[in-house]
């Protein structure tokens, strides 16, 4: 079985600050992990993905991610926030081994970022 | 392109009512998704299609119906609906193992 944990329910941070939102992840065997944002009343938007490669993975608006195995996390993090960037993010994982035809994505619980100014 | 599209974009319906929510891809992707969102619960799959003519089911499947008969549409039935089931209704598409393509979303209020 496959899981996403995001521990923090909602991150805030002033404009111009750094960001960090976490997620850590459970799976059988390797990882596929994924970024989503949802802006309000609006569907989910992919951000980044890590298959495999470099650790650090640079995605859309600015935002990067680090893999670590051995922390089974899979942080979403930008230099400098933007209020623009206040938005509902989703950390998602699938198993490489999860079997032929299955491509079913595990979602976190969503980690609900505000920027203020 | 459209992208993904989805139909109704807001319903409410009655206790044992019935309907049907249509989700489109123009993007001739072979997977297709159905997830539900509830506050606190983030996504969870409903059911899953690997192909035209195949469907899977997903983490809580009770009390939906889902049919993929043409390649680009993949159908999302309540046959009795329930208030447990109001929720907001996300289609997904996707090409194998790539980025999942989302919804705009179906806000549905069951009273």
């Known amino acids: 079985a496959q899981s996403v944990a995001q521990p923090e329910d909602q991150v805030n941070v002033a404009e111009g600050n750094p960001l960090t939102v976490k997620c850590t992840y459970s799976?059988?065997?390797?990882?596929?992990l994924f970024w989503y944002v949802q802006y309000p009343n609006r569907g989910l938007q992919f951000l980044l993905k890590y298959i495999t490669g470099d650790n650090l993975v640079k995605g859309s608006y600015g935002f990067e991610a680090e893999f670590n195995k051995s922390q089974t996390s899979f942080h979403l993090k930008k230099p400098s926030a933007l209020v623009s960037d206040s938005a509902l993010y989703f950390c998602?994982?699938?198993?490489?081994?999860?079997?032929?035809?299955?491509?079913?994505?595990?979602f976190g619980k969503g980690t609900k970022l505000s920027v203020i100014p | 392109n459209a992208g993904v599209t989805q139909t109704p974009k807001f319903r409410v319906l009655k206790t044992g009512q019935s309907m049907t929510l249509l989700c489109a891809q123009d993007?001739?992707?072979?997977?297709m998704y159905w997830y539900r969102q509830d506050p606190g619960m983030g996504l969870r799959l409903i059911h899953y299609?690997?192909?035209?003519?195949?469907?899977a089911k997903g983490e809580v499947p009770d009390g939906y119906n889902v049919s993929r008969l043409k390649k680009q549409n993949f159908l999302l039935g309540l046959e009795s609906a329930a208030p447990s089931q109001t929720s907001v209704y996300f289609c997904?598409?996707?090409?194998?193992?790539?980025?999942?393509?989302f919804g705009p979303g179906t806000r549905l209020t069951v009273l």
């Open positions: 997904a598409s996707s090409y194998s193992t790539r980025k999942q393509f």
């Open positions: 799976v059988s065997g390797n990882p596929y």
């Open positions: 998602a994982v699938r198993d490489i081994n999860s079997g032929a035809g299955s491509y079913q994505l595990t």
């Open positions: 993007m001739n992707h072979e997977y």
């Open positions: 299609s690997v192909g035209e003519g195949t469907t």
